[in-house]
């Protein structure tokens, strides 16, 4: 059974820092890239970053480039999200899940499978 565990959400000031986990299991890890989207209640779910299988390669969206940074550890079985300079408009629920491929340069949400359960990030003006 495939599982994602998204954890690290909470609430934050603007201009403060969170760091996400996710931990997977069920799946060979090290073989897929990862994802990282973040939904508001009636939005659509969006793309954040990704990260390629072997973490050479990684994408970002527009709005947090330069802000935000993914990684993961093969050998944790787990994904990074670390946010700095944080905006009250990141204020969103936070999901991880896994790519169809090993690249993860597509950012489409079809691209994607085996979804976390999410972590609510809040940040305050």
């Known amino acids: 059974q495939v599982q994602l565990e998204e954890t690290g959400g909470g609430l934050v000031q603007a201009g403060g820092s969170l760091r996400l986990s996710c931990a997977a299991s069920?799946?060979?890890?090290?073989?897929?890239?990862m994802g990282w989207f973040r939904q508001a209640r009636g939005n659509e779910r969006e793309f954040v970053a990704s990260?390629?299988?072997?973490?050479?390669?990684?994408y970002y969206a527009d709005s947090v480039k330069g802000r935000f940074t993914i990684s993961r550890d093969n050998a944790k079985n787990t994904v990074y999200l670390q946010m700095n300079s944080l905006k009250p408009e990141d204020t969103d629920v936070y999901y991880c899940?896994?790519?169809?491929?090993?690249?993860?340069?597509?950012?489409?949400?079809?691209?994607?499978?085996?979804w976390g359960q999410g972590t609510q990030v809040t940040v305050s003006s």
């Open positions: 990260i390629s299988r072997s973490g050479g390669n990684q």
């Open positions: 899940a896994f790519a169809k491929d090993t690249l993860g340069w597509d950012r489409r949400t079809t691209e994607y499978w085996y």
């Open positions: 069920g799946r060979t890890f090290s073989n897929y890239a």
